[in-house]
T-cell receptor, first 113, second 113 residues
Framework: KAGVTQTPRYLIKTRGQQVTLSCSPISGHRSVSWYQQTPGQGLQFLFEYFSETQRNKGNFPGRFSGRQFSNSRSEMNVSTLELGDSALYLC????????????FGPGTRLLVL | GENVEQHPSTLSVQEGDSAVIKCTYSDSASNYFPWYKQELGKGPQLIIDIRSNVGEKKDQRIAVTLNKTAKHFSLHITETQPEDSAVYFCAASPTSGTYKYIFGTGTRLKVLA
């Protein structure tokens, strides 16, 4: 069974631009969660989608948004990029919500210049 | 808010020795506790998990113990090998309501050959 895939793997943007990251979950998994990982803040939860609905949201500004499609693939968007948005963005999928085991993808490393 | 404290932040052991990483959580509703291993340039990989109705779980050289009364859980790695060198994260999650993983800050384990 293929694992969680994320595209692109690396991205360089400049301040003020916007970016869209993509995540394809493990086949059969309906929940996708997004995390931001930085050396200073560790792994921070962004949001979770289940059956195309946002189920939970972390403490991030409205510039961070996401969506999920009917095939469970998910995208997250960051608008008006700031230098502090440079991070590894990780996607994790699980069969269901509510304590199900999450499996992570390799991440997208975003550098904002 | 909910948080998970993880100690130590770095740990160096000689090959063959044991390593112990400890986590403390604050949310009493937490009842699922996974451990992840993250190698350089990769996403976190689930290595073992435990649910609150179990006090200990083992998988070959890896074991996790849980003390719900004290809100502590620990990862034990025996007979460490150089390939165990990585960053390890603990997490805590409730399994109902608006669940989300709260991650510890990570432990960088170095196994010295």
């Amino acid at each position: 069974k293929a694992g969680v895939t994320q595209t692109p793997r690396y991205l360089i943007k400049t301040r003020g631009q916007q970016v869209t990251l993509s995540c394809s979950p493990i086949s059969g998994h309906r929940s996708v969660s997004w995390y931001q990982q930085t050396p200073g803040q560790g792994l921070q939860f962004l949001f979770e989608y289940f059956s195309e609905t946002q189920r939970n949201k972390g403490n991030f500004p409205g510039r961070f948004s996401g969506r999920q499609f009917s095939n469970s693939r998910s995208e997250m968007n960051v608008s008006t990029l700031e230098l502090g948005d440079s991070a590894l963005y990780l996607c994790a999928s699980s069969k269901s919500s509510g304590g199900a085991t999450q499996y992570f993808g390799p991440g997208t490393r975003l550098l904002v210049l | 808010g909910e948080n998970v404290e993880q100690h130590p932040s770095t740990l160096s052991v000689q090959e063959g020795d044991s390593a112990v990483i400890k986590c403390t959580y604050s949310d009493s509703a937490s009842n699922y506790f996974p451990w992840y291993k993250q190698e350089l340039g990769k996403g976190p990989q689930l290595i073992i998990d435990i649910r609150s109705n179990v006090g200990e779980k083992k998988d070959q050289r890896i074991a996790v113990t849980l003390n719900k009364t004290a809100k502590h859980f620990s990862l034990h790695i025996t007979e460490t090998q150089p390939e165990d060198s990585a960053v390890y994260f603990c997490a805590a999650s409730p399994t109902s309501g608006t669940y989300k993983y709260i991650f510890g800050t990570g432990t960088r384990l170095k196994v010295l050959a």
